[in-house]
């Protein structure tokens, strides 16, 4: 049986709400699969083509309008998560950039030692 255009909502919407609690549990974006982005992007993609593909009979019932709603609501959560794990791996970027580049300097002074002595 082919799932409905509520259906997909639901089931995308789920599939959201139990990554966000799993980030509850493990915050840190590096516990995260490589293809997360991905992963969600193409969730995404599968409500946009269930809501444009929705029949009008069921786009004007309530039920869609409330699962829609929610839906809307994790949609925040999820983009104030993204948003968090982008900054925290921005951080800890510049952090090694730092720590490269102080090991850089030790190794030219190193190389510069051995040549001076």
Do not use: C
Not at 21 to 26: A, C, I, L, N, P
Not at 36 to 58: C, F, H, N, Y
Not at 95 to 113: F, M, T, V
């Amino acid at each position: 049986m082919t799932p409905t255009s509520l259906d997909i909502v639901r089931q995308v919407h789920q599939s959201l709400k139990n990554w966000l609690e799993s980030v509850r549990k493990f915050p840190d974006p590096a516990s995260q699969p490589s293809d997360l982005v991905d992963q969600i992007g193409q969730q995404l993609k599968l409500v946009d083509e269930a809501v444009r593909q929705a029949p009008p009979a069921v786009a004007q019932s309530q039920e869609w309008r409330d699962e829609l709603t929610a839906y809307k609501e994790t949609l925040r959560e999820v983009r104030a998560r993204l948003g968090n794990f982008e900054i925290t791996l921005r951080i800890r970027q510049s952090q090694a950039s730092k720590a490269r580049n102080q090991i850089d300097a030790i190794r030219s002074w190193s190389d510069l030692a051995k040549n001076i002595g």
